[in-house]
């Protein structure tokens, strides 16, 4: 019996994922800084975080990576971006899926926002 269990838990664990479209624009503003994010149909996507006066964005591709994951892979800029105070050095970006159609950038908690 407890095998099982084990079983359709596993099953169950399994089977687990997002359950809205990933798509769609995610928000996030705070008192000194602001983040947002652009996931495509077509799995491109467009990330800018402001600071004060600095912003700072990369596109590129996304993928789902596992069940509650989602991969910001930015294309490669050129130098003159590379040398700028805006440019991202994190290339790879990994975001955490959270239900209630939300996703964890680093200790951030961005929003899905309806574009009408």
Known sequence: MTKLILIFFLLCLASCKSNFP??????????DYQYSLVLNKDSTFT???????????????????NRNEVLLECVEASLIEQLSSGYLN?????????????????NVILKKIEVH
Do not use: M, P, T
């Open 22 to 31: 990933l798509d769609g624009n995610y928000k996030k503003v705070g008192a």
């Open 47 to 65: 990330l800018n975080k402001r600071y004060f006066e600095v912003n700072a964005s990369c596109n590129g591709k996304w993928k789902v990576n």
């Open 90 to 106: 994190d290339r790879s970006i990994s975001l955490q899926i959270i239900k209630n159609k939300k996703l964890k950038l680093d």
